[in-house]
């Protein structure tokens, strides 16, 4: 995620810390974005290790190609894909998976994609320009009480219908911060895609192996807080089963530490920062 035109990746040294890596390990950043974090893995690791990144964005693969790097493979597919990208890459286990979740700064930046209302530009909003309905698309034909929930649910905005039924009226975007933002939130499936990718991501890891997640929006967070959590307790089973105690299942991670925001400083560098939570768990 950036700042302004340069490159600024939230939560750098944070989160390749909480990776806890091995030089000859084996790691996937499963948001590529820019490749900061994927250029500070490579440098921690040796000439055994190896780097799977994976990102839906064409324009983000484009800026991948930039990285020339035996230990190192980027391929084009969502995180919701993790376990079909780990294996095209021919990856059956790991030592760490790392998401920054979200929408990138030079995403945002790039007025052609539509992202932001400060530019005046169609709303395309997809992360894979590739595939897929863009936003304007789907506001033009969808129906009030679909942009309603959208807007209600991934914008968490209370005037959820008195903004669809200005959009439907005027087929219009009202140039609102949630509403945007429910919208790209909508159109790539991004809750879902966590959803799905975090158990996979589990699948994947190693004993041991770390799961770091950097989350910008409370909905995202969620899923990430619930998915650790209920992770990190033994099932519940009905009381009075004959099993013994090595029978009872266990917890599949460990939570470590305490959730990680950015510093002062660093949200003063680059104001994007400040919604950013870091959780850690590792594979018992």
């Known amino acids: 995620m950036t700042g302004g035109a340069a490159h600024v990746t939230v939560l750098l040294e944070e989160a390749v810390d909480a990776l806890a890596i091995k030089a000859d390990g084996i790691y996937v950043d499963a948001t590529f974005g820019r490749g900061g974090h994927s250029r500070r893995i490579l440098s921690e690791l040796n000439e055994k290790g190896r780097l799977v990144a994976v990102d839906r964005d064409p324009q983000a693969i484009a800026a991948g190609a930039a990285i020339d790097d035996p230990r190192f493979l980027l391929v084009h597919r969502a995180f919701g894909e993790l376990a079909e990208a780990a294996d095209e890459a021919g990856v059956s286990e790991v030592d760490g998976v790392l998401f920054d979740v979200g929408v990138s700064s030079p995403q945002i930046d790039d007025g052609e994609r539509g992202f932001s209302f400060r530019y ?59 509403s945007f933002q429910a919208l790209r939130i909508h159109i790539n499936q991004e809750l879902r895609q966590l959803e799905v990718a975090l158990p996979q991501a589990l699948g994947l890891l190693k004993p041991g ?35 013994r105690a090595d029978q009872l299942p266990k917890p599949k991670l460990r939570l470590i530490g305490k959730p990680v925001k950015p510093s002062a400083a660093e949200i003063g560098a680059n104001p994007r920062a400040r919604s950013a939570v870091m959780r850690v768990a590792e594979k018992l």
């Open 120 to 178: 005046d530009a169609p709303l395309d909003m997809r992360m894979d320009t590739t595939q897929g309905e863009t936003a304007a698309e789907w506001l033009a034909r969808a129906e009030i009480r679909d942009i309603t929930e959208v807007i209600r649910n991934y914008g968490e905005e209370r005037f959820a219908f008195q903004i669809a039924k200005k959009v439907v009226a005027a087929r219009l975007e009202d140039p609102a911060t949630r």
């Open 209 to 243: 192996g770390r799961l770091v997640v950097i989350s910008f929006h409370s909905l995202e967070d969620r899923i990430v807080k619930n998915f650790m959590r209920n992770e990190s307790i033994a099932d519940d089973l009905p009381k009075g089963l004959p099993l």
